[in-house]
T-cell receptor, first 114, second 116 residues
Framework: GAVVSQHPSWVICKSGTSVKIECRSLDFQATTMFWYRQFPKQSLMLMATSNEGSKATYEQGVEKDKFLINHASLTLSTLTVTSAHPEDSSFYIC??????????FGDGTRLSIL | AQKVTQAQTEISVVEKEDVTLDCVYETRDTTYYLFWYKQPPSGELVFLIRRNSFDEQNEISGRYSWNFQKSTSSFNFTITASQVVDSAVYFCALGAYGGSQGNLIFGKGTKLSVKP
């Protein structure tokens, strides 16, 4: 089945640093990738949608300068949390899908900002 | 507006019991997709099923079955003879139909605890 790899799975870093999270589709070409954020015991909140080679489309309330998304190829998208602060601590999860196929999710990244 | 409601926040059952997770959705689209995903304690989301809106046949996969009722806008999920490994948060989701289907609208999830 479709496999999406997300790396790293856990990050702890100091306030003010930038953190990059990678999302790769391992066995299919992902026409679209999605980035979600999930707070404890809550549902997934869509942050942005990215199509390969295009600028990401951000949801309302998500700062595009804070959460930089790059989708350089059909198998890789990255989310960079710039100048991270404790309130950015969360579980970030990506998904990828091929044309007309369901979204398949990565394992998620737990980000803790000290 | 599109919306997915999972009214059951938490369900606790004893192993081997059957359990049904409810999902009710709202959409103005005439064609759409419905999904169920499982999120175990480890965090990853596991795809379980995608159903398109013009196929109302119920589906069974092992101990899992899904009942799609378009007339009541419901897409319920039943686990038969539940097992401890079924303990997880289950999300129902709604998505646009078609190749360029957009993002998913998720329900708030139902946490299922299966006790031995």
């Amino acid at each position: 089945g479709a496999v999406v790899s997300q790396h790293p799975s856990w990050v702890i870093c100091k306030s003010g640093t930038s953190v990059k999270i990678e999302c790769r589709s391992l066995d299919f070409q992902a026409t679209t990738m999605f980035w979600y954020r999930q707070f404890p015991k809550q549902s997934l909140m869509l942050m942005a949608t990215s199509n390969e080679g295009s600028k990401a489309t951000y949801e309302q309330g998500v700062e595009k300068d804070k959460f930089l998304i790059n989708h350089a190829s059909l198998t890789l998208s990255t989310l960079t949390v710039t100048s991270a602060h404790p309130e950015d601590s969360s579980f970030y999860i990506c998904s990828a899908r091929a044309w007309n196929q369901p979204q398949h999710f990565g394992d998620g990244t737990r980000l803790s900002i000290l | 507006a599109q919306k997915v409601t999972q009214a059951q926040t938490e369900i606790s059952v004893v192993e081997k019991e059957d359990v049904t997770l409810d999902c009710v959705y709202e959409t103005r689209d005439t064609t759409y997709y419905l999904f169920w995903y499982k999120q175990p304690p480890s965090g990853e989301l596991v795809f379980l099923i995608r159903r398109n809106s013009f196929d109302e046949q119920n589906e069974i996969s092992g101990r899992y079955s899904w009942n799609f009722q378009k007339s009541t806008s419901s897409f319920n999920f039943t686990i038969t003879a539940s097992q401890v490994v079924d303990s997880a948060v289950y999300f129902c989701a709604l998505g646009a139909y078609g190749g360029s289907q957009g993002n998913l609208i998720f329900g708030k999830g139902t946490k299922l605890s299966v006790k031995p």
